[in-house]
Structure formats: structure tokens, C-alpha cells
């Protein structure tokens, strides 16, 4: 019996793929082999690449001159692997700061170039993205930097920067494939894979190429995007299990109707979740109306005493993780694509039941 899984990451896959992840757990297609035991370059892993590769590009409209990257280290790892990779001969970089995941990103870049700070959103303890007007751009900067879904704060972008000639770089790792992008307004496009992709362990890149050419001479040849792009991600051995799992989310989403048919789900499925939080007086999420985010909807209990019973409650009923990030507290309802809408209904019911026996 299968949980509604409400966890930021890793969370929950699509069924039916890990169906038939199992059901091709030993014997891929007649090969005799698990996809973990296949060499990386070999004639059926690489059938299997070239077309999870194909998939995306085809699901977010990837424009021919912008290179696919699968790569390792996480997010994380691309905090530093992004400064590395394009100052070329520029000393500083802008980044906007919008919660937990800005702050680590610019506390990482700190150690590499001169971060400035271009607009912030501390003053409201970030429940809100502060607009462009507000952002003091440095027109010397090798990029700007922005994290386009919060997942900790529960805050997204609604729109996309306007940086003129600076790339944007964005970390989109909890909310890519969730809706509708243009790529082509974005220098690099980077996330982890355990939030709305696939497995831990994976790293997607979407740079463009004429990116590649501003790298430090210190980067290292894994995380070097040019080398990486050169040798098609396989500089040394990728994720290979991860990329595969990935190819399968990518063929359930084209299923499904494509990134524009998911999209409307995750409207109704937030839409859902916040239109109850709005006319309940026993329930709270701080974030400004425009700025919230479709994938990670935080919520606090007006009575925090009650937060133990709240999910001791919820688990009972089939929901698990929901409980806030620390920095935060409360609850936090992670619903990326795979979340069904009945599990949304499921929360909702539970939340009226709570609230009505603790209100
Ligand atoms: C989860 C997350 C990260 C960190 O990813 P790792 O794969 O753990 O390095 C970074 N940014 C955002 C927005 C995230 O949601």
C-alpha cells in the first residue's frame, strides 16, 4: 500500500514508473542485464541516453544551441561549479536572495568571486520575490543568479528577470518540468533530480554554448561544463541508473500531455491546497499571493502545540513528510508532478477534518 509522499526531495516518482523500473529490473529489454550493470558506454546504455536526452529537449522545447548536461554532485555542487565555470576574466557576479537555497548558492560563490547581493527579500523574512525594479544589477557581472523555485519558503518566480546582456543563471531543482519555460531567456538552467526529475545522485545542466568558453583554469575536468559537453556528460562515468529512471519520468510526462498539460494540473493542485488555506482561520501560509509556489506550499498551524497531533494524524491517514523545514517550522506539502490531485484532496480533507475538531 502505496503513502501520499508530500516530501520536498527525494520524493515521489510516478507509479507506473517504478513499475517498470521493477519489471525491468534484471533483464532490460532482452539484454540479459539490469541498467545498473551496463556499461556507460555501451551500445544499450547509450540507446537508452540518447533518447532521455531527446525526451527533454522535446518536453521543455531545448533550443538546439543549448547543451544537456548530466552530471553529478547536486545542486550543491553546482553553488561552486557555476562561478568556476563562467567568470572567464570577470571578478563579480549578482545574485538575487530569496531564501535558503539563494543563501547557500551566494555563500558558496562568496569563496570564488565578489557576490553582490542585487536585490534581497530578507526585510520579509522571504515570503515574497522582490520585484525587478527593486534589483540593483552590476552591469559588470559574469551572470545573475537566481533561485526560480524556493523550496524551504514556498516561493516562485511568476516571471522571468529581464538582465539584458548578463546571463541568468537559475536553479530550478524543485520546480523544472512543472511548467512552461522559455529556455532561451536563461544563460543555464541547473537542478538536482530528486525533486521533480528522478533519483538522487543526478544533476541536470542546460547551458548554452556560448557559455562554454569562460571556464577558471582550477575547474575541475568532472565539473568542467565544456569538457563535459565535448564528451556528451560521459568525461567520466554518469549517473547512469538516475539518468535511466529520469528517461522514464521524461516518457510518463510526454504521456500525460507534456510539460503545458502538467502544468494545468499543478495549477488545480495548488489552487486546491491554497484556496483552503485562504478561507481557513486555523491554517496560515505567509507568502505574498503572487510569489507562491505551485510545488512546495509551507503552512503553519495558528496553535503550534497542535503540530505533533496535526502529523501523527496525517501519517495515520497514508500522508507522510509533512512536516516543515526547520528553518521554518509548521508543515510544508511538497506536490511536484508526480503527486497525484487525490492525494491534494486527500490533505485537504484531513486539514477540514483537523480543523474541525481542533478549530
Ligand atoms: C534541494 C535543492 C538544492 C540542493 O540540491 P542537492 O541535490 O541536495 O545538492 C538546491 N537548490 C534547490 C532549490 C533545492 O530545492
Redesign the pocket.
Known amino acids: 500500500m502505496r503513502t501520499f509522499n508530500f516530501s520536498a ?1 527525494p520524493a515521489v516518482l510516478p507509479e507506473s514508473v517504478l513499475r517498470r523500473a521493477a519489471d525491468e529490473m534484471l533483464d532490460w529489454h532482452g539484454s540479459g542485464m539490469s541498467v545498473m550493470e551496463m556499461s556507460h558506454r555501451g551500445r544499450e546504455f547509450i540507446s537508452i541516453f540518447d533518447k532521455t536526452e531527446a525526451d527533454l529537449r522535446q518536453l521543455l522545447a531545448i533550443p538546439s544551441n543549448y547543451r544537456v548536461l548530466f552530471l553529478q554532485g ?4 553546482e553553488n561552486a561549479i557555476i562561478p568556476m565555470n563562467l567568470l572567464g576574466g570577470r571578478t563579480k557576479a549578482d545574485y538575487v536572495n530569496t531564501g535558503e ?1 539563494s543563501k ?1 548558492s551566494i555563500k558558496e560563490a562568496g569563496k570564488y568571486c565578489t557576490v553582490n547581493v542585487a536585490a534581497s527579500a530578507e526585510d520579509r523574512n522571504f515570503t515574497y520575490v522582490p520585484p525587478q525594479q527593486d534589483w540593483k544589477l552590476d552591469p559588470d557581472a559574469a551572470y545573475v543568479h537566481v ?1 526560480t ?3 524551504i519558503g514556498g516561493v516562485e518566480y511568476h516571471w522571468v528577470p529581464d538582465t539584458g546582456a548578463v546571463p541568468i543563471v537559475a ?1 530550478m ?2 520546480h523544472i518540468l512543472s511548467r512552461v519555460i522559455d529556455v532561451s531567456r536563461y544563460g543555464v538552467i541547473y537542478g ?1 533530480a ?2 521533480n526529475i528522478g533519483p ?1 545522485g543526478l ?1 541536470l545542466v542546460i547551458v548554452r554554448d556560448d557559455l562554454l568558453d569562460r571556464a577558471l583554469p582550477i575547474t575541475p575536468s568532472a565539473f568542467h561544463w565544456k569538457e563535459q559537453a565535448e564528451a556528451g556528460s560521459m568525461l567520466n562515468t554518469p549517473p547512469t541508473y538516475g539518468i535511466y529512471i529520469a528517461g522514464l519520468v521524461f516518457e510518463w510526462l510526454l504521456e500525460q500531455g507534456g510539460v503545458a498539460a502538467i502544468e494545468q494540473l499543478n495549477i488545480a493542485k495548488a489552487a486546491l491546497l491554497y484556496d483552503y488555506l485562504d478561507r481557513s482561520g486555523f491554517y496560515v501560509n505567509p507568502v505574498a499571493r503572487s510569489d507562491r509556489s505551485r510545488m512546495n506550499i509551507p503552512f503553519h498551524l495558528r496553535d503550534p502545540k497542535l503540530d505533533g497531533e496535526f502529523l501523527r494524524g496525517a501519517e495515520a491517514n497514508g500522508m507522510v513528510q509533512l512536516k516543515g523545514h526547520r528553518v521554518v517550522g509548521g508543515m510544508r506539502a511538497s506536490i511536484y508532478n508526480a503527486m497525484p490531485i487525490e492525494g491534494v484532496r486527500a490533505l485537504v480533507s484531513y486539514m477540514q477534518e483537523f480543523e474541525r475538531t481542533h478549530g
Open positions: 526531495g547536486g545542486a550543491m555542487a537555497w547557500k533561485c523555485n524556493e523550496t536553479d531543482s524543485s538536482g530528486q525533486k538522487a544533476t
